[in-house]
């Protein structure tokens, strides 16, 4: 199996915890993005407001950007298996708890609040020790081979999850996308406890917290091309990633599609998005100027959301957003291989710490900063300028950083 798996170029499956991962992450990422769309229908439904919508996903994120430092911080010195165990826990107590609250008919819009900023907390912890984790499964040589097989379960996952919730909620009430991400858990856990890992001799903790910060600020003041990885990651992540969530209104008042537009633009960026992961999986053993390519793809993407914007037919549009979701995954898979491969073994869940900051954690000021200029610019003027300064700080970053071109 070994062998037929790295012939097909997927060498990152030759590993057994690895297999035992991605199954139990495939099942998981299903329920994910089923209690993902049941969140928002749940919230619209007590409210009747897309203020307390947006709310709902922000207090999601808040987490993230409040404690992700800390908590990269706290992956480089601690089982980051166990760890990973202990959140996939904390979820699966969220899901439960407010699938009880739906079918006792007692949930309330405070407590469907404060549960999402829970998870948020939840998760400001679980993304750094995951993404510092698949070294740790795959070795180096292996690792852009996970992190895009990774990238194209996350998006297949927006592709069925949304799509099983749709009927569920039609068919039997929110509660069971709650009930049935919560039982997808176990898979993850079960996948976690059969995994058969060195022993982790966690380093000594000669430092305060406060010192390891300040430690991995010295590394990036000394390492620019790490540096410039993370700003571009945030440059993306405010002025880029957000046309997503313009997809709603560029659907309905630019091409006049209605929900049926929307979800054809989604589900094309998901389709798009897998292309290029599995693309990024295929090649991972022969790309050999990673820099180069994920500068490519930023790039790219930055100029095929200024082709977006200006379309105002459906399936032009549906085109360009396919090629802008895979040019984005491309980028996103080199970008998070080459931080993982260039830290150093005791500073990769600081790094990544970090990088889940700049990455989740500013998402939120990104959607906000697109909806405030949308409002008074327009959509298209607003998606356009976003892919503006993202072609450009990819640009610059290439002739100002020659180094990344030769990675």
């Not at 430092?207 to 010295?218: H, I, P």
């Not at 995954?329 to 790094?351: E, F």
Request: glycine share 10%; with cysteine.
């Amino acid at each position: 199996m070994t062998e037929a798996v790295r012939r097909y170029g997927f060498g990152a499956l030759s590993h057994r915890n690895f297999r035992l991962f991605f199954v139990g992450q495939g099942i998981s990422l299903i329920g994910t993005w089923m209690q993902n769309v049941g969140e928002g229908w749940l919230i619209l439904t007590l409210t009747n407001s897309p203020f307390y919508v947006g709310l709902t996903a922000a207090l999601s994120s808040i987490g993230v950007l409040l404690f992700s430092l800390y908590a990269g911080i706290i992956a480089d010195r601690t089982d980051k298996r166990r760890f990973i165990i202990f959140m996939q826990i904390a979820f699966m107590l969220e899901a439960f708890t407010v699938a009880i609250l739906v079918w006792t008919q007692v949930v309330a819009v405070w407590q469907v609040l404060l549960l999402a900023t829970l998870l948020g907390l939840a998760s400001a912890f679980d993304i750094p020790m995951r993404q510092s984790f698949g070294v740790e499964m795959v070795g180096k040589d292996d690792l852009m081979n996970a992190i895009a097989l990774n990238s194209s379960l996350f998006n297949a996952g927006r592709l069925v999850g949304p799509a099983i919730a749709g009927l569920l909620i039609g068919a039997v009430g929110i509660a069971w996308c709650y009930f049935l991400n919560g039982l997808s858990y176990i898979a993850v856990i079960a996948g976690l406890l059969m995994m058969r890992l060195p022993k982790v001799t966690s380093p000594p903790k000669t430092t305060s917290a406060w010192m390891g910060f300040r430690e991995v600020l010295t590394y990036l003041r000394r390492e620019r091309r790490v540096r410039v990885l993370i700003i571009l990651t945030a440059v993306l992540s405010v002025f880029g990633f957000p046309y997503i969530a313009m997809m709603p209104v560029f659907a309905r008042d630019v091409l006049h599609g209605g929900a049926t537009g929307y979800g054809a633009l989604t589900s094309s960026i998901g389709i798009g998005a897998v292309v290029g992961a599995l693309a990024i999986a295929l090649r991972s053993g022969r790309i050999r100027k990673r820099g180069r390519l994920m500068l490519l793809g930023g790039t790219a993407f930055g100029v095929l959301l200024i082709l977006f914007s200006a379309s105002r037919v459906l399936p032009l549009s549906m085109v360009l957003v396919a090629l802008a979701g895979c040019a984005m995954i491309v980028n996103n898979s080199l970008m998070n291989t080459l931080l993982q491969t260039s830290a150093p073994d005791h500073l990769r869940g600081r790094i990544m710490g970090f990088y889940s900051f700049v990455f989740v954690g500013m998402a939120p000021f990104g959607a906000f900063l697109f909806g405030v200029v949308a409002e008074h610019a327009g959509v298209p003027t607003t998606i356009a300028a976003g892919g503006g300064i993202v072609a450009l700080a990819v640009i610059m970053a290439a002739w100002m950083v020659p180094e990344l071109r030769e990675t």
